[in-house]
């Protein structure tokens, strides 16, 4: 009797460090950061002393891919592992109050949709596996109470519902509204404050954290200590105080002896604001920005950390995308996904542990505006199809007018040029064919509204009048 009294004691005093064994894993999201905005990634003007550590320590994703070009839809990718449109992220959701479709195609204070409760997210697929799940920051997928991240897998929440130029603006713990106002010039502070709080919180379990920054997206704020301090303004200010803010993180890993099992990735949700001039992004050597299908819309930069498991100093040069996260994150945490449905990421442990002869999973990558099929890539190629309206900026209005213009068809070599300025399609027969299939192949399954094919597999998006 006192030999299994015994053993069952130390079983329970085991139980606190066998779950802190477990992997932990953190995103951290900022919002319409450049491409060319962070030091690690050629910055010479904006100073991110944290994530240029965070880079020699770890890996530089240069080739890492959202899943769409804004926010909403973005943000649905990454927390489902599917394109925004098999979501229902697509046109439908952007009616604004006045009626008016936003060209941003993103949700707007009191939408009527929002992310499905039927969908399988993050937060879910890890709390199969005992993890505590909990977000800070901005979510974007849903204003309305049953869209809340409280009912979306999170075990806590504290934050806001969407961008920090849409009002109401209000903090949310959980589902209630706080009186709290939010004072932007410390709202970096504040979100690094919950963050390490909530690392600290659940040290001895295994964690699931997503951080997701209002900044640098317009209006752009900083605190005293980082205000008036960048060559480039207020938004490099702004970049300057989120970059800290991933210092705090790291450094709460380092101190709680959390550092090697913890992966944490950073990225930015979409690419620069350009129309935004000084108080925006830059994606150089990118063409284009927010809002658009050519790569500084949907190419990233990122980085991945966790010492003695990803590389030091490393590049992944690899077609990567944040839907990628979810499957790699359940990899990783021996849980689940669903397998009742069509997740579009893929497992990229290998390339994040840097294994040798490691490939892209993505055969072709699909660049989706909406419910828009603007372009394919594989590998060095990408093909943009004609009949496509000029989306260099999505934003002016009057580019959408312009429905008598026509952008010819265009095949473009990575491996010779990142900008986008020089078609080969006339000299690459064999290789417009393959793109048109992988074109076709997409159209097949999530449709075109440019081309008038209806998606097949699609899931509905989420209602308030459900």
């Given at each position: 009797?006192?030999?299994?009294?015994?053993?069952?004691?130390?079983?329970?005093?085991?139980?606190?460090?066998?779950?802190?064994?477990?992997?932990?894993?953190?995103?951290?999201?900022?919002?319409?950061?450049?491409?060319?905005?962070?030091?690690?990634?050629?910055?010479?003007?904006?100073?991110?002393?944290?994530?240029d550590r965070m880079a020699r320590e770890g890996m530089?994703?240069?080739?890492?891919?959202?899943?769409?070009?804004?926010?909403?839809?973005?943000?649905?990718?990454?927390?489902?592992?599917?394109?925004?449109?098999?979501?229902?992220?697509?046109?439908?959701?952007?009616?604004?109050?006045?009626?008016?479709?936003?060209?941003?195609?993103?949700?707007?204070?009191?939408?009527?949709?929002?992310?499905?409760?039927?969908?399988?997210?993050?937060?879910?697929?890890?709390?199969?596996?005992?993890?505590?799940?909990?977000?800070?920051?901005?979510?974007?997928?849903?204003?309305?109470?049953?869209?809340?991240?409280?009912?979306?897998?999170?075990?806590?929440?504290?934050?806001?519902?969407?961008?920090?130029?849409?009002?109401?603006?209000?903090?949310?713990?959980?589902?209630?509204?706080?009186?709290?106002?939010?004072?932007?010039?410390?709202?970096?502070?504040?979100?690094?404050?919950?963050?390490?709080?909530?690392?600290?919180?659940?040290?001895?379990?295994?964690?699931?954290?997503?951080?997701?920054?209002?900044?640098?997206?317009?209006?752009?704020?900083?605190?005293?200590?980082?205000?008036?301090?960048?060559?480039?303004?207020?938004?490099?200010?702004?970049?300057?105080?989120?970059?800290?803010?991933?210092?705090?993180?790291?450094?709460?890993?380092?101190?709680?002896?959390?550092?090697?099992?913890?992966?944490?990735?950073?990225?930015?949700?979409?690419?620069?604001?350009?129309?935004?001039?000084?108080?925006?992004?830059?994606?150089?050597?990118?063409?284009?920005?927010?809002?658009?299908?050519?790569?500084?819309?949907?190419?990233?930069?990122?980085?991945?950390?966790?010492?003695?498991?990803?590389?030091?100093?490393?590049?992944?040069?690899?077609?990567?995308?944040?839907?990628?996260?979810?499957?790699?994150?359940?990899?990783?945490?021996?849980?689940?996904?669903?397998?009742?449905?069509k997740i579009d990421g893929h497992d990229i442990t290998?390339?994040?542990?840097?294994?040798?002869?490691?490939?892209?999973?993505?055969?072709?990558?699909?660049?989706?505006?909406?419910?828009?099929?603007?372009?394919?890539?594989?590998?060095?190629?990408?093909?943009?199809?004609?009949?496509?309206?000029?989306?260099?900026?999505?934003?002016?209005?009057?580019?959408?007018?312009?429905?008598?213009?026509?952008?010819?068809?265009?095949?473009?070599?990575?491996?010779?040029?990142?900008?986008?300025?020089?078609?080969?399609?006339?000299?690459?027969?064999?290789?417009?064919?393959?793109?048109?299939?992988?074109?076709?192949?997409?159209?097949?399954?999530?449709?075109?509204?440019?081309?008038?094919?209806?998606?097949?597999?699609?899931?509905?998006?989420?209602?308030?009048?459900?």
């Open positions: 009797m006192l030999r299994r009294l015994f053993a069952v004691l130390c079983l329970l005093i085991a139980l606190p460090l066998h779950a802190a064994e477990k992997q932990n894993f953190i995103i951290i999201l900022a919002d319409d950061l450049g491409y060319n905005d962070l030091g690690c990634f050629g910055s010479p003007d904006i100073a991110t002393p944290e994530l530089r994703l240069t080739n890492f891919h959202q899943g769409a070009p804004t926010c909403t839809a973005s943000r649905a990718s990454i927390m489902t592992g599917c394109y925004p449109v098999r979501v229902g992220m697509g046109d439908a959701i952007a009616l604004r109050a006045d009626g008016q479709m936003s060209p941003s195609r993103v949700l707007w204070p009191n939408a009527k949709f929002g992310l499905s409760l039927d969908e399988i997210t993050i937060p879910e697929v890890l709390k199969q596996a005992g993890y505590a799940t909990g977000m800070v920051g901005k979510w974007h997928l849903g204003d309305a109470p049953k869209f809340n991240p409280a009912h979306q897998g999170f075990d806590e929440f504290f934050g806001v519902l969407y961008s920090n130029d849409m009002d109401p603006f209000d903090y949310y713990r959980g589902t209630e509204k706080l009186a709290e106002p939010v004072d932007r010039d410390h709202q970096v502070q504040r979100y690094a404050s919950e963050a390490v709080s909530f690392i600290k919180k659940h040290k001895v379990q295994p964690f699931f954290l997503y951080l997701a920054h209002n900044m640098p997206h317009t209006p752009l704020a900083a605190s005293e200590k980082f205000r008036d301090k960048s060559p480039r303004g207020l938004y490099g200010d702004a970049v300057s105080e989120v970059d800290w803010s991933v210092g705090q993180v790291l450094q709460t890993l380092r101190d709680l002896k959390l550092d090697k099992q913890t992966l944490v990735v950073f990225a930015s949700d979409n690419g620069g604001w350009l129309i935004r001039g000084e108080n925006g992004g830059l994606n150089t050597p990118l063409r284009s920005g927010k809002g658009s299908s050519y790569e500084g819309g949907f190419r990233v930069c990122s980085v991945a950390w966790q010492p003695g498991t990803v590389p030091e100093g490393s590049t992944c040069k690899e077609v990567v995308s944040g839907m990628d996260l979810m499957p790699t994150f359940a990899a990783l945490a021996r849980a689940k996904p669903p397998a009742d449905r290998a390339l994040l542990h840097g294994e040798k002869g490691a490939k892209s999973p993505w055969e072709h990558f699909d660049y989706y505006f909406g419910n828009e099929l603007h372009a394919t890539r594989s590998g060095r190629w990408k093909f943009r199809d004609k009949n496509m309206l000029p989306n260099e900026n999505i934003y002016n209005v009057e580019w959408r007018k312009l429905t008598d213009v026509v952008v010819p068809p265009a095949l473009y070599d990575f491996d010779h040029e990142q900008g986008e300025q020089k078609s080969v399609l006339k000299n690459r027969p064999k290789v417009e064919a393959r793109m048109r299939k992988y074109m076709d192949e997409a159209r097949a399954d999530l449709g075109d509204s440019l081309t008038g094919v209806p998606p097949k597999n699609a899931r509905p998006v989420g209602k308030v009048d459900e």
